[in-house]
Nanobody
Framework: QVQLVESGGGLVQAGGSLRLSCAAS????????VGWFRQAPGKEREFVAA????????FYADSVKGRFTISRDNAKNTAYLRMNSLKPEDTAVYYC?????????????????????WGQGTQVTVSS
């Protein structure tokens, strides 16, 4: 069992930056892949970024590629999402998720149903 708690959200102007954290408690965090998803009002939850359990591979949605960076520190049981050059369309509740994903096909890392554990979410609001 893994519990996830996100933090670091807030209100920022367009062009600004935020760093989200996902602190994990419980067993074996280092064996789980971690994904970040977001959900804006009236929209479905969408994939943002993912990182494999080793941290050796990362994946990004096209909409955030080049602006967001996912990372993890297994010694601290924490994953991060650094968000630069934020846009108003990045406004959403951001969720981190953990799951046992050992796929070579990167598609599976974008599927919410493949993740077993979810945090409660943190609000990110980008003003224009």
């Amino acid at each position: 069992q893994v519990q996830l708690v996100e933090s670091g959200g807030g209100l920022v102007q367009a062009g600004g930056s935020l760093r989200l954290s996902c602190a994990a408690s419980g067993r074996s965090f280092s064996t789980y892949a971690v994904g970040w998803f977001r959900q804006a009002p009236g929209k479905e939850r969408e994939f943002v970024a993912a990182i494999t359990w080793t941290g050796g591979s990362t994946f990004y949605a096209d909409s955030v590629k080049g602006r967001f960076t996912i990372s993890r520190d297994n010694a601290k049981n924490t994953a991060y999402l650094r968000m630069n050059s934020l846009k108003p369309e990045d406004t959403a509740v951001y969720y981190c998720a953990a799951g046992v994903l050992y796929f070579t096909n990167t598609y599976y890392y974008t599927v919410p149903e493949k993740y077993d554990y979810w945090g409660q979410g943190t609000q990110v609001t980008v003003s224009s």
